[in-house]
């Protein structure tokens, strides 16, 4: 079954160090997610992402993150300069469709967990 | 006021039990809605889309009245299996899916 993969699985890194978490969308799927949960927390929308530009942004996706599709398979987000705050399960999702109607099912990754420092 | 309001829960049932989960959202022009399980410190996963005239699917029934902005879910029969975190879903417009705080439930023998 075709499933959405992320690296690393947890990373620990000191207070203002740049991170670049990454991920492997569906093959077929064109609209790709970044979503973070902090521990005990809700899941939070960051950034998705179609035809190779951000196409929406939460308030949270500031300055410090960016995103990437470097290749044909490749999503990354990166965090340029870690901060406390950004310790979180970080996750991937992609759909065949942008959250519209009912083909707009997200499939997540198993989630890379940051841990800063 | 949050977009996506759930019962905060949790909830502790015997296995056979029925419970019902709730959930409203502020935004009139969201278009979908979904219910996704999260077991601890894994990812989310799609439990059932939910459609306007209701669905079902096996013991679970989700219902939507958009005029009053609820959603809703019922587990019948309840399992151990079923204990988990279970995440209103809605999304309007557009790229951006709001995630509900989640209702952990607990089924126990």
């Known amino acids: 079954e075709p499933e959405v993969t992320q690296t690393p699985s947890h990373q620990v890194t000191q207070m203002g160090q740049e991170v670049i978490l990454r991920c492997v969308p569906i093959s077929n799927h064109l609209y790709f997610y970044w979503y973070r949960q902090i521990l005990g927390q809700k899941v939070e929308f960051l950034v998705s992402f179609y035809n190779n530009e951000i196409s929406e942004k939460s308030e949270i996706f500031d300055d410090q993150f960016s995103v990437e599709r470097p290749d044909g398979s490749n999503f990354t987000l990166k965090i340029r300069s870690t901060k406390l705050e950004d310790s979180a399960m970080y996750f991937c999702?992609?759909?065949?469709?942008?959250?519209?109607?009912?083909?707009?099912?997200?499939?997540f990754g198993e989630g890379s967990r940051l841990t800063v420092l | 006021r949050k977009e996506v309001e759930q019962d905060p829960g949790p909830f502790n049932v015997p296995e056979g039990a029925t419970v019902a989960f709730n959930c409203t959202y502020s935004?009139?022009?969201?278009?979908?809605f979904f219910w996704y399980r999260q077991d601890c410190r894994k990812e989310p996963k799609l439990l059932m889309s939910?459609?306007?005239s209701g669905n079902e699917d096996g013991r679970f029934t989700a219902q939507l009245n958009r005029a009053s902005q609820y959603i809703s879910l019922l587990i019948r029969d309840s399992k151990l299996s079923d204990s988990a975190t279970y995440l209103c879903?809605?999304?309007?417009?557009?790229?951006?899916?709001?995630f509900g705080a989640g209702t952990r439930l607990f089924v126990k023998a």
């Open positions: 879903v809605v999304n309007r417009r557009g790229f951006k899916t709001i």
């Open positions: 935004n009139s022009a969201s278009q979908s």
């Open positions: 939910v459609y306007s």
């Open positions: 999702a992609s759909s065949e469709a942008p959250g519209t109607g009912f083909s707009g099912e997200l499939f």
